[in-house]
Every structure is written in C-alpha cells, then in structure tokens.
C-alpha cells in the first residue's frame, strides 16, 4: 500500500468542513443540517480518515482500526498523524 502525503490529508479532512460552513454561511442549508454534519465529520469522517492513515502507514493494524472511533483514541499518534514525525 502507498503512503498518503501529508497536504493531500489535510484537504481530504478539511474539504467537508470548509463545504458545510460555506454553504450554511450562504445560507443555503440551516443550523439543524449544519450541525449533524458537523457532528458526522467529527465521528465518522475524521476517525476514518484518520484510521486509514494510520493503517496505511502499519501504525495499527486491521483489528485495531475501529478503536479509531473511541474519542481520543488515536490521540497518541496526533504528531503522526498532522505533522508526520514519527
């Protein structure tokens, strides 16, 4: 499996949040959508995305990449993760 670099994984975790908040500040979907798709970015999409780097990169292994979803489980590979020291 290749490597995923580092700007390539911080458009793919920020695209949907940059999306969600320009379309609600043009008004175009209200505070109720807003909000739950904050809230499926924050424990679905940024866990995956997250998992799958990790994963990619044998930081964890196939079994381990639903403890992604605990909240702040994959905090100990943060530097990892968005500065990619090791």
Known sequence: MRKINLPFFYVM?????VALIIL???QRIDSTFFVTGLLIWGLIYHPFLCGLR???NKKI????FGLNFIPFWNFKFFHFLFFNVE
Do not use: N, Q
Request: hydrophobic residues 60%; proline residues 7%; aromatic residues 6%.
């Open 54 to 56: 990790l994963l990619r």
């Open 61 to 64: 292994t196939k079994a381990a």
């Open 24 to 26: 609600y500040r043009a």
């Open 13 to 17: 975790l920020a695209l949907p949040l």
